[in-house]
C-alpha cells in the first residue's frame, strides 16, 4: 500500500513540475491573464487530486469485489483509508473548481476594471461577478458535502437527499426563515436588478460612502473618513436610501450664500463664471447662480456646479464657497447679513436714534 501511495505521489510531482512550467511560460509569452493566474491558483489542488486519484487507482487492482470471498477477509483499515483518500479527493476537486471560477473572475475583473471615474457598465458586471462567486461557493460546498457523505451507508440517505432538487429547496425555504437567509435571498435581487453596485456613492443612514463590498448577506460601506458601515441586504430592499450614481458618476452641486439685499447678484455671477474655468474638477455642464430665497433679513442664492464624480464634486463645492465667501469679504464686506434696528419717535418730535447717530458724525 505505501509503494502504492509513492508511486502516487511521485507520478504527481512529475505531472505537475512538468506541465505548470509549460504552462506559466505559454502564458507570459501570450501574454494571458487567464492561463497566468490558473497556473498560479490550482498547481497545488491538481497536485492532490492527482495523487489521490491515482492512489484509488492503484488500490483499486488490490480490493476485491464486494460479496466475493476475498472480500470477507480483507482488513477493514484499508477500506477505511480508501475513503479516507476519497475524501479528499473530493476535497480537492472542489478546491480546485472554486479555483477555477476565481480565475475567471480575475479575468473579468482585469478586462472591466473598477478604476475610470464613468464606470457605470464595469461596476454593473463587477456586483453580478462577487455575488455569483459566493453562490457558485455555497453550491460546490453543498454538492461535495453529499458526495462525502453518501460513501458511507448510514449516511446514504442524508446524502441523496442534499443532492436532490426537493432537498436544496427544502433546506432553502426551512432556513429562509432566518433574518440572515432573508439577507441571501435579497442579495440574488439586488445583484441582478442593481439598485446598488459595487464603488456606487451612496447615502445610507444619513452617513455617506461608497459601496465596497456586496457579501451574501451584508454590504460594507466606505466612509468619507475611512471608517466602515456594515449595511444588511435587507436594508436596501426595504428601506429608502439615496443612490448618488444610480445612472452615471456625474453630480450636481449645490452652495448656498446668504448676504445682504444690497448685495450685487449680477457680479458674483459674473464673477463665479471667471473663477469655475480654473477649477480641473469642474466638467463645464453646469454654472448657475441663482437667488433662490429671501428672509426678513437676507437673501439665499444658490451656485450650482458639476464635475464627473460625487468626490470631485463635494471637493469643488468647498473651492467654490471658500472662494465666494473671500470675495463677497474683499469686495462686498458692506453686503453681509445684518440686523437693521430704528428706534421710536421721541415723545416730543425728537429725530430717531438712526438720524441723531448720522447728525452727531457729521
Request: charged share 20%; aromatic share 10%.
Given at each position: ?23 506559466k511560460a505559454?502564458a507570459?509569452?501570450?501574454?494571458s491573464?487567464s492561463?497566468d493566474?490558473?497556473?498560479?491558483r ?12 491515482l492512489t484509488?487507482?492503484?488500490?483499486s487492482?488490490l ?10 477477509t ?6 477505511g483509508l480508501?475513503?479516507l483518500?476519497?475524501?479528499f479527493l473530493y476535497?480537492f476537486?472542489?478546491?480546485?473548481i ?13 478586462h472591466?476594471a473598477a ?6 457598465r464595469?461596476r454593473k458586471i463587477l456586483?453580478q461577478?462577487?455575488y455569483?462567486?459566493r453562490?457558485?461557493?455555497?453550491v460546490?460546498f453543498?454538492?461535495?458535502?453529499a ?5 458511507f ?10 443532492l436532490t ?7 432553502i425555504?426551512?432556513?429562509a426563515?432566518?433574518?440572515?437567509i ?6 440574488f435581487?439586488?445583484?441582478f436588478?442593481?439598485?446598488i453596485?459595487?464603488d ?9 460612502g461608497?459601496?465596497?463590498?456586496i ?7 466606505r ?6 458601515q456594515?449595511?444588511p441586504?435587507?436594508k436596501?430592499?426595504d428601506d ?14 449645490t ?6 439685499y ?5 457680479d458674483?455671477r459674473?464673477?463665479v ?7 480641473e474638477?469642474?466638467?463645464?455642464r453646469v ?7 429671501n428672509?426678513?433679513?437676507?437673501m ?6 458639476s464635475?464627473?464624480n460625487?468626490g470631485?464634486?463635494?471637493?469643488l ?5 471658500e472662494?465666494?465667501i473671500?470675495?463677497?469679504?474683499e ?8 440686523n437693521?434696528v ?6 416730543g418730535?425728537g429725530?430717531t436714534?438712526s438720524q441723531k447717530?448720522?447728525t452727531?458724525?457729521?
Amino acid at each position: 500500500m505505501a509503494i502504492l501511495l509513492g508511486t502516487a505521489l511521485l507520478i504527481s510531482t512529475v505531472v505537475v513540475m512538468v506541465t505548470y512550467p509549460i504552462l506559466k511560460a505559454t502564458a507570459k509569452r501570450i501574454n494571458s491573464v487567464s492561463l497566468d493566474k490558473f497556473s498560479d491558483r490550482t498547481r497545488s489542488s491538481v497536485f492532490w487530486i492527482l495523487s489521490a486519484g491515482l492512489t484509488l487507482i492503484f488500490w483499486s487492482t488490490l480490493t476485491p469485489e464486494a460479496g466475493s470471498p476475498e472480500a470477507a477477509t480483507f482488513p477493514l483499515f484499508v477500506r477505511g483509508l480508501q475513503i479516507l483518500v476519497r475524501t479528499f479527493l473530493y476535497v480537492f476537486i472542489a478546491l480546485f473548481i472554486i479555483r477555477v471560477v476565481n480565475v475567471g473572475a480575475d479575468t473579468i475583473r482585469h478586462h472591466y476594471a473598477a478604476e475610470d471615474g464613468n464606470n457605470l457598465r464595469e461596476r454593473k458586471i463587477l456586483t453580478q461577478l462577487q455575488y455569483i462567486q459566493r453562490v457558485v461557493g455555497i453550491v460546490v460546498f453543498i454538492v461535495f458535502a453529499a458526495l462525502i457523505l453518501m460513501q458511507f451507508s448510514a449516511m446514504q440517505k442524508l446524502g441523496t437527499t442534499l443532492l436532490t432538487t426537493a432537498g436544496v429547496g427544502g433546506i432553502i425555504i426551512g432556513l429562509a426563515a432566518q433574518k440572515s437567509i432573508a439577507n441571501l435571498l435579497a442579495g440574488f435581487q439586488i445583484a441582478f436588478t442593481q439598485p446598488i453596485r459595487i464603488d456606487d456613492a451612496l447615502i445610507v443612514n444619513g452617513e455617506y460612502g461608497w459601496v465596497e463590498e456586496i457579501t451574501l448577506t451584508y454590504v460594507t460601506m466606505r466612509l468619507w473618513d475611512q471608517r466602515r458601515q456594515i449595511v444588511p441586504l435587507q436594508k436596501f430592499i426595504d428601506d429608502t436610501f439615496q443612490n448618488w450614481t444610480r445612472t452615471n458618476t456625474e453630480l450636481t452641486g449645490t452652495v448656498l450664500l446668504y448676504v445682504d439685499y444690497t448685495f450685487p447678484v449680477p457680479d458674483l455671477r459674473e464673477e463665479v463664471t471667471r473663477f469655475l474655468p480654473t477649477q480641473e474638477l469642474w466638467d463645464e455642464r453646469v454654472n448657475s447662480v441663482m437667488v433662490t430665497d429671501n428672509s426678513d433679513r437676507a437673501m439665499t442664492i444658490r451656485i450650482l456646479v458639476s464635475a464627473r464624480n460625487a468626490g470631485d464634486t463635494f471637493t469643488l463645492r468647498c473651492a467654490t464657497r471658500e472662494h465666494c465667501i473671500n470675495w463677497i469679504q474683499e469686495n462686498y464686506r458692506h453686503c453681509l447679513p445684518q440686523n437693521r434696528v430704528a428706534a421710536p419717535l421721541t415723545p416730543g418730535g425728537g429725530a430717531t436714534l438712526s438720524q441723531k447717530v448720522g447728525t452727531e458724525e457729521n
